[in-house]
């Protein structure tokens, strides 16, 4: 848990599922998600061995996060808890 917990692993995770994201994008889907604290999972995630960081030589820098096939091990649980986050939902 230690790997994928936290408020914003998850959705991060979740994000990247659908394919490539760069940073921008990413805070666009993390309206309450701040700059700081983005960076901060992405960075651990990297660490992990969950997600892949390409950085491209150009002016102004372009980054692109995507997940390593090691972290797409994760999409039956990630889709599975967000099955079961919109059954809650409906029962509140």
Do not use: A
């Not at 991060?12 to 901060?40: D, I």
């Not at 992405?42 to 096939?69: H, I, Q, S, W």
């Amino acid at each position: 848990m230690s790997v994928i917990g936290g408020r914003w692993k998850g959705v991060v995770l979740f994000q990247l599922l659908k394919g490539k994201k760069r940073f921008g994008e990413l805070r666009r889907h993390l309206p309450n998600c701040t700059q700081r604290m983005l960076t901060l999972q992405l960075r651990e995630l990297e660490e992990d061995g969950l997600v892949k960081r390409t950085v491209f030589p150009e002016v102004p820098p372009r980054v692109e996060y995507e997940l390593t096939p090691f972290g797409h091990t994760l999409e039956s649980i990630l889709v599975g808890m967000r099955e079961w986050g919109e059954k809650y939902k409906t029962r509140l």
